[in-house]
């Protein structure tokens, strides 16, 4: 076989494991409170 067969071939072989393996669940951290409070408006500067 001539090598661009062989590496058609390989890249194949590589894509279908790739699609065949089994998936991981991603981890979601949800942060119930907020990092920062937002100022409160105190009018101030009318």
């Known amino acids: 076989m001539s ?3 062989k590496v058609v071939l ?4 590589v ?3 790739a699609a065949c393996s ?3 669940e991603e981890v979601v ?3 119930p ?3 920062s409070i937002e100022p ?6 009318k």
């Open 3 to 5: 090598k661009s067969v």
């Open 10 to 13: 390989g890249l194949s072989l």
């Open 15 to 17: 894509a279908f494991i």
């Open 22 to 24: 089994p998936k991981q």
């Open 29 to 31: 951290y949800v942060n």
């Open 33 to 35: 409170e907020p990092i």
């Open 40 to 45: 409160a408006y105190t009018g101030k500067y």
